[in-house]
DNA sequence: CTCCACATGTTGTCACTGTCAACATTAAGA
DNA sequence: TCTTAATGTTGACAGTGACAACATGTGGAG
């Protein structure tokens, strides 16, 4: 594995192109992002990168492993985000709220990004160990934050993982919404992100008796 | 507009193949089903039906139309899936219920079928008015039943279409979760279902002060 | 019944794509 | 220095979606 030149020892290119792979991963995302997934060729980036067509093929296998790497870097900034709502926030209740609303502005920001994020299975028998462990990690920082939240009292001490689905299911679904265009205007987004979390933390939170099973 | 034999008259072939857009939307259907959106290809479809590569072009623009006619149909089914668990459940609390689980349960079923429905935009400039009517018209089947469930004083008469975006985007997202492997097994996939019915139903029906403001 | 216009299906062709095999070049270590 | 593996290039190929030109059967006008 050659290293990237990074103390800036030598100025001049470092290897044939400097390292390609970061900037393979840069530019398909960049076409992602302007033009869709289906619109990105594996050709198109080699030639904006000044690099012949195959090239790519020495760092990834194939164009699927080309996108599940771009997946994988969205997890992964996904996860900063929410990390970042959830400690900048104060860890309490409007944390928690501030990170569901991270997780929605991420996701009409960057809405190509997000498609191909979730556009296939994230099981890793299928897409591979990566980007299932990614995905995997932000979860994780919803788990985490919930967990807190339980400790403190302020959310029903349901089973943690199942709530965290719940949570997670809702602000994908309201995402998604937005994201096909089935929310007419930013104002409707708003209204629904603000009505969703307010309707989410009356279902989970603690303060009434509870009906049903909480079930596991 | 020539028609179908429909009434068995001349069981003979009432045309060059009978009808020939019928058999391509079911054709298309089945690969995607059995093989996934990306493996479905224009000449397959064609030759399995015994007809000729380009002869699609005479029902559908181009791929992507026929897809969008795929994932009209997709709604269609949907929504009769989703009237028949309301009806059939009686129009009430339990039968709203049972149409969140009859939508998870579609979902799953016809894992790829549902990713074609919401693989791309909705918006009806984009994916032309049909898409978007039919999308609509599944939509407005659980607009009309949580109407109903407001005006029997069931659930919160807070603005009918922000709550029903809501539910839409709970089952969605507990759907896309099952859909894309997140959930490891079967009985976590009823378990969240059974959590997701019971938390969404304590958030949104009445019989609780609430904190925050409405917001339409 | 005849005949023509039109809807429907076919053949030929094209640009483009992903992918592989064979080859060229450069960095890095012995 | 010289080898070796990593990295990039060229040539090629099978498939794909799409269009234009052509063929064929249907149904209605006369």
Redesign the interface.
């Known amino acids: 594995m050659a290293k990237i030149a990074g103390k800036g020892r030598k100025p001049r290119r470092p290897y044939h192109h400097g390292n390609l792979r970061r900037g393979l991963l840069d530019e398909a995302l960049a076409t992602i992002r302007a033009e869709g997934v289906d619109r990105l060729t594996l050709r198109e980036i080699g030639t904006r990168l000044g690099v012949s067509r195959t090239a790519l093929y020495r760092h990834f296998a194939d164009k699927r492993a080309l996108l599940a790497a771009v997946a994988t870097e969205g997890f992964r900034t996904l996860r900063q985000h929410l990390e970042a709502a959830w400690v900048e926030g104060g860890r309490n209740r409007e944390a928690f709220e501030a990170m569901g609303t991270a997780y929605i502005r991420f996701a009409i920001a960057n809405s190509s990004h997000y ?1 191909v994020m ?6 890793p028998k ?1 897409c591979g160990p990566e980007l299932a462990a990614e ?1 995997a990690g932000a ?1 994780q920082a919803l788990v985490d934050a919930l967990s807190s939240l339980q400790r403190a009292g302020i959310v029903r001490a ?2 943690t993982l ?2 965290a ?2 949570v ?7 995402s ?2 937005a994201i ?4 007419p205007d930013p104002v ?1 987004i708003d ?2 992100t ?3 979390s ?3 933390l ?3 939170d603690v303060g ?1 008796a ?7």
């Not at 979730?118 to 099981?123: A, K, L, T, V």
């Not at 096909?180 to 929310?183: H, M, S, T």
């Open positions: 498609r979730f556009g296939g299975s994230i099981d299928v995905a979860f349901d089973d199942t709530t689905r719940y997670w299911a809702v602000v994908h679904g309201v998604m919404l096909n265009g089935q929310l409707s209204g629904l603000r009505y969703t307010d309707r989410l009356t279902g989970i009434r509870l009906s049903g099973a909480p079930r596991g």
